[in-house]
């Protein structure tokens, strides 16, 4: 087994690998405080990065990851990438405007500007502060699944991917990294379309943290060094100020089981050929439960929007 000074010197390792930047705006960032709950994390997931700009890349991945007090379980709440919401000016001149959420991470101009922008809309829309926020290269989160040996993702309905033509049969079944993000990444020919894509990217994240207990990676310095660097290098992250290993020692106790999948109470509406989300009224009970640590209570009252994962 990794003795704790060891553990602690891979995370130390692990912290000066990560790419850092202000990902969060000012008016969407909580006052920094020490790793412990209730937290408030934004995930933003991109197939592609790095690259200087975004004018030609929206985000496909918004999730709020919520860990109430205790951190005993977490939350991934996806937010429609299609929702419409007014999204506010920024520096690089955009003046703002009503538009899907996605359109913000473009309109920001850089990854970073994207994803200040975003978080501010979040902030508007939902009246959240975020603890931190991670930019995820999910083409990265390739060479993670494969260190791990493969996930276990369990397929509803046959889908045919759009990118590979690859189909994927009913069933469980061990994916390595390519196979799991082409079927993460599938929204066409679902019966749910997008909000069954977002369930499968919560599957996906899960998947991993269940793998990775699995295969005792804490316990093999060697492979929790691999796993690390390459987690690492697929993350731009913004820990509010927090040193990672605070929050990675807050984090210890959680296990894959403990995660759970919700769904944004929304609704899909079309609009001159245009496809958008809207929130459903109940959203807003969602957003005050995540500003009032009861997602917990939340979810038990309102289980037709929590995925099974």
Known sequence: MLGGVGFWQIVERYDRALT?????????????SAASGPLNYLLIGSDERPRQTSDDQRSDTIIIAHVPKGMDRAYLVSVPRDLLVQIPSAPNGYPGGTDKINAAFQAGGTDQGGTQLLSATLTNLTGLRFDGAALINFEGFKK?????????????????????????TPGCHEMNGAQALDFARQRYGLPGGDYDRQR????????????????DVVGNPVKLDQV???AGSALTVDTNGVPVESLAFSLRGLR??????VQLPSYPEEGYGISY??????????????????VREWAEANPRWVNRL
């Open 20 to 32: 850092k930047e202000e990902l969060l705006n000012p008016e969407a960032r909580r006052k920094p």
């Open 144 to 168: 993670v699944v494969d260190l791990l040996g493969g996930v276990r993702m369990c397929v509803d309905t046959e889908v045919r991917s759009i990118h590979t033509n690859a189909v994927f």
């Open 256 to 261: 894959s089981d403990q995660i759970s999948g």
């Open 200 to 215: 499968h990217q919560q599957q996906l994240l899960r998947a991993i943290m269940e793998r990775a207990g699995a295969a």
């Open 277 to 294: 989300v809207r929130l459903d009224p109940s959203g807003d009970g969602l957003f005050a439960a995540l500003r009032e640590n009861r």
């Open 228 to 230: 690390l660097r390459a």
